[in-house]
């Protein structure tokens, strides 16, 4: 006799599909904001390349301006979970370093899209939308200003304003979005390698520069 399916689980099969045809929009509607401009892109063009119904998008998204900061924050925020996960991990401050920019270089080419989407479409936010991100960046800056702190008190990072080093490097790492090209003559993993051979070099001991 087969057994009964528990309470929760066709909840939960519901949400997951809802969060698959939220997801499903986003990258659509992150396709023609990055090939067409926001400006340009209307929800009736969002629809099409979905075949759906443009009150099947409003079920989701109340309008475009949700859609954009959707999409918007989705690169500062899987930058700052695998910075947090990263600063989690055992191991030196040098080693936490590593691990952020190697993972985050990887995040943003993963998701060069919805980057660059922010870079140039900032301007379009709705201005609360605008702050909200501002905030998750800054953390971010603070997070790795911190880990940069820690490395000039082992000795193992030689600048003078871990702060504003920070804000250099994660600087360093949002600019792949822009420059990066999938099939161009730099593959992923060495713009990741080169990435953070520039970082370790900006951060060595014994340089004179004011980080």
């Known amino acids: 006799m087969p057994a009964k399916l528990s309470g929760p689980r066709p909840v939960r099969l519901k949400e997951e599909i809802a969060a698959f045809k939220r997801r499903r929009i986003l990258e659509e509607s992150s396709h023609l904001f990055f090939t067409q401009g926001y400006d340009a892109t209307t929800l009736d063009a969002v629809a099409e390349r979905l075949n759906v119904t443009k009150p099947f998008i409003y079920s989701y998204y109340k309008n475009k301006s949700e ?4 999409v918007c924050q989705t690169g500062i925020r899987l930058s700052l979970q695998v910075l947090e996960q990263s600063l989690a991990v055992e191991g030196s401050a040098t080693d936490k370093l590593k691990a952020v920019v ?84 730099w593959s992923a993993t060495e713009v990741v390698m080169d990435a953070l051979t520039m970082v370790m070099k900006m951060v060595a001991p014994g340089r004179s520069h004011r980080g």
């Not at 905030?135 to 600048?159: A, S, Y």
């Open 67 to 70: 859609l954009l900061f959707e």
């Open 102 to 185: 190697e993972r985050v270089a990887r995040i943003i080419i993963e998701n060069q899209r919805y980057i660059s989407v922010y870079l140039r479409e900032e301007k379009s936010l709705a201005p609360e939308d605008a702050r909200a991100i501002r905030v998750m960046r800054h953390h971010f800056d603070e997070l790795l200003g911190d880990l940069l702190e820690k490395g000039v008190k082992t000795g193992e990072f030689g600048i003078q304003e871990p702060s504003r080093t920070a804000i250099w490097v994660s600087g360093l790492l949002t600019w792949i979005a822009l420059w990066y090209h999938e099939g161009g003559s």
